[in-house]
C-alpha cells in the first residue's frame, strides 16, 4: 500500500483546506501514515497532584423521565439530549426516537446497526454492513461514506467522520481519520498500528477535542494522547476504565476507582469524602468512584457519595427534585449530552437539568464548519423576558418578550478559527458552544504554489526543471502546471506517490498537498505582482 509520509505539524492552512480537497479522493486512495514527534511523556508528563476536596454546597436539578418500554436500550443520545432507543439489545433498524420537548418519533433506517451516533431527530451516522452511512431521516436519504478498498472494513467510530477533522475511525487494529480531503492512518512512534482499540474518549457526540486531540485506551490499558503536532503515551491515564474530556477540566479518567483529570504535565488526582457534607480525612480510605461523564463546562462524577458536578472551579453535590442520588451509579447509567445529564433509574431515562432550561438546535460544541454563515433554533422553556445571543462577545440577535421557538438566520461566525456563541436571558449566561469555523483557503501561484514548486519540483529537487527531460513535465512555469494539471492531482492527492518518498523532503506534509489540490479545484489562480 502506497502511504503519504508527512511531518505531522499542521497548521491553519491545512484545517482550512478540507473542503474542496475531498472531491478527489473518491477513489482507490491509501491512507497515509502519520506518526508524531514525541513517544513518550517522560519529557513532559508528570505524576498527579493529590488533593482532599471540599464539596461547596449543592446545586438543585429537575428531572424528566422516559419510561422505556420492554427490552429497551439507550443506543445514542445526540449531543442536545435526543435519545434513540432500540427496541433490544443487538443489532437493529427500527429506533424510537424521544426529543427533549417530550415529543416521539418511530425511526427506521435501512440498515439494521448497534453502532450510532445521533446528531438530533432526524441525523445520524451509523455502522452497517461493514460500512459508515449517512442518514437524513426527514429527508429519506441514506449514502454510504466513501472507504478506501485498500483499508479494512471499519469496526468502529467515533465523532462524525464525514466532517474532515471531527471524527476517527477504527478499522481492525488501525486508526484511521479524515482530513484534508484523505484518510491518515495514525501510528505509534515506533510505527506499529495501535492495536485492538479499547475505548475512545467522548464528550456530547465529541471525540476530538478543542486542541484536535483524540485520546484512546489500547488493549494493553496504555492510554495515548494523539493530534496533529504528537502522538504521546500518558502514563498518568494508563489504565483508565473511562475516558471523557471538556475544557473546563481537560481530560479525565477513572483508574482504580479514583479520579485523575488535568493536561499533560498538570495532572490531578483528588479525594472525596464518603459523604458530600463530611470533612475528607487524609487519613482513611478515599471514596469509590464508580462513573464520570461530561457535558459542555461540566464534569460530572458518581461514587459512594451519590453525585458531584465540577464546573472548573469548584465541587456540589447534585440534588433531584430535593434529594440526594443513590451512591455508585454504574457507567451504564450515567448518559451526558451536551447541557444536562441522563441517568437510568429501572425502567425510566431520567434527565436532569435546571428549571427553565435552554437548548440550542443546529449547532453543538466543538462541532467543526466549512461555512461561516449557519442558523440556530432556541428551544425551551422561556422564563426570561429577553434573550441575546453573542458570537465573540458581540450581540448578533436578540429577543424581546417572545416565544420559543428562537430561529436564528444567517448567523455569521466571522473569521476562520474557534469562535464561541452564547445565549444569555436577562443578561445571565445560559449556554457557551465553542465551535471551530474551517473556511477553504485557496492559494495563488505567485505567493504559494511556486515556492512551493520551487522547493519540492525544481530548483531544490531538479526533477521538473527544464533539464528534467521530456518525459517530465516542466513545472518551472505557471503553463507547465496548467498543462500538467490533472497528473498532479492524480500523483499528488490520489497515489500519494509525488514528490517521491524516497527523495522528499521532510517539510513536505498533508498542509501542502491540502494547499495544491484546492488551488487546481478553484482555477489555478495566478494572484497579483
Request: glycine content about 10%.
Amino acid at each position: 500500500m502506497l502511504a503519504i509520509e508527512f511531518n505531522t505539524r499542521r497548521s491553519t492552512v491545512l484545517a482550512l483546506s478540507l473542503g474542496l480537497v475531498a472531491c478527489y479522493h473518491s477513489l482507490d486512495e491509501d491512507a497515509a501514515e502519520g506518526a508524531g514527534e514525541t513517544g513518550s511523556d517522560e519529557a513532559g508528563d508528570s505524576e498527579p497532584q493529590a488533593g482532599l476536596v471540599t464539596i461547596d454546597g449543592s446545586v438543585e436539578l429537575h428531572a424528566s423521565c422516559v419510561a422505556l418500554e420492554s427490552g429497551e436500550r439507550l443506543a445514542s443520545l445526540a449531543p442536545e439530549g435526543h435519545l434513540w432507543l432500540s427496541p433490544a439489545a443487538g443489532a437493529s433498524a427500527s429506533y424510537r426516537v424521544v426529543s427533549p420537548d417530550g415529543s416521539v418519533e418511530q425511526v427506521e433506517l435501512d440498515h439494521a446497526t448497534e453502532q450510532l451516533q445521533a446528531w438530533d431527530e432526524s441525523r445520524v451516522v451509523y455502522l452497517a454492513e461493514d460500512q459508515l452511512w449517512q442518514a437524513e431521516i426527514d429527508d429519506s436519504l441514506t449514502e454510504p461514506l466513501y472507504w478506501p478498498e485498500t483499508l479494512d472494513a471499519p469496526t468502529g467510530f467515533c465523532g462524525d467522520p464525514s466532517i474532515d477533522g471531527d471524527g476517527f475511525v477504527l478499522a481492525g487494529d488501525a486508526l484511521i481519520q479524515r482530513d484534508a480531503g484523505l484518510w491518515w492512518r495514525w501510528v505509534t512512534p515506533e510505527g506499529e498500528d495501535f492495536g485492538p482499540v479499547s475505548a475512545l474518549a467522548g464528550a456530547y457526540g465529541a471525540c476530538v477535542d478543542r486542541q484536535g486531540a483524540l485520546w484512546l485506551r489500547d488493549a494493553l490499558g496504555q492510554t495515548w494522547r494523539v493530534s496533529a503536532d504528537e502522538v504521546r503515551e500518558v502514563s498518568a491515564l494508563a489504565d483508565a476504565e473511562q475516558l471523557t474530556f471538556d475544557a473546563s477540566f481537560g481530560v479525565a479518567g477513572l483508574v482504580d476507582g479514583q479520579l485523575i483529570f488535568g493536561e499533560v504535565g498538570a495532572w490531578q488526582a483528588p479525594s472525596f469524602p464518603t459523604q458530600p457534607d463530611a470533612e475528607a480525612d487524609a487519613a482513611g480510605e478515599p471514596a469509590q468512584l464508580s462513573a464520570i461523564a461530561s457535558s459542555a463546562g461540566r464534569l460530572w462524577v458518581a461514587g459512594d457519595f451519590g453525585l458531584l458536578r465540577f464546573d472548573g472551579e469548584g465541587w456540589r453535590e447534585v440534588l433531584v427534585d430535593g434529594e440526594a442520588l443513590e451512591p455508585n451509579l454504574g457507567p451504564t447509567q450515567l448518559h451526558a449530552d451536551a447541557d444536562g445529564l441522563w441517568i437510568e433509574r429501572g425502567a425510566e431515562l431520567c434527565r436532569l437539568e435546571a428549571e427553565g432550561a435552554l437548548s440550542f438546535e443546529g449547532l453543538r460544541p466543538l462541532q467543526r464548519l466549512n461555512e461561516a454563515e449557519l442558523s440556530l433554533r432556541v428551544l425551551g422553556s422561556l422564563d426570561a423576558s429577553a434573550l441575546a445571543l453573542y458570537v465573540d462577545d458581540a450581540l448578533v440577535a436578540s429577543l424581546e418578550g417572545g416565544a420559543l421557538p428562537w430561529e436564528v438566520d444567517d448567523l455569521e461566525l466571522g473569521e476562520q478559527g474557534w469562535h464561541r456563541v452564547e445565549l444569555l436571558a436577562d443578561g445571565e449566561l445560559t449556554r457557551a458552544v465553542d465551535v471551530e469555523l474551517r473556511l477553504p483557503t485557496v492559494g495563488t501561484w505567485l505567493d504559494d504554489i511556486q515556492p512551493l514548486s520551487e522547493l519540492h519540483c525544481t530548483a531544490t529537487a531538479g526533477c521538473h526543471d527544464v533539464d528534467a527531460g521530456d518525459y517530465r513535465p516542466v513545472l518551472t512555469e505557471y503553463e507547465g502546471w496548467v498543462e500538467a494539471a490533472d497528473a498532479i492531482r492524480a500523483r499528488v492527492g490520489l497515489t500519494g506517490d509525488m514528490p517521491p518518498p524516497a527523495s522528499r523532503l521532510a517539510s513536505w506534509d498533508a498542509e501542502e498537498v491540502a494547499l495544491i489540490l484546492t488551488w487546481i479545484e478553484a482555477g489555478m489562480p495566478i494572484g497579483m505582482e
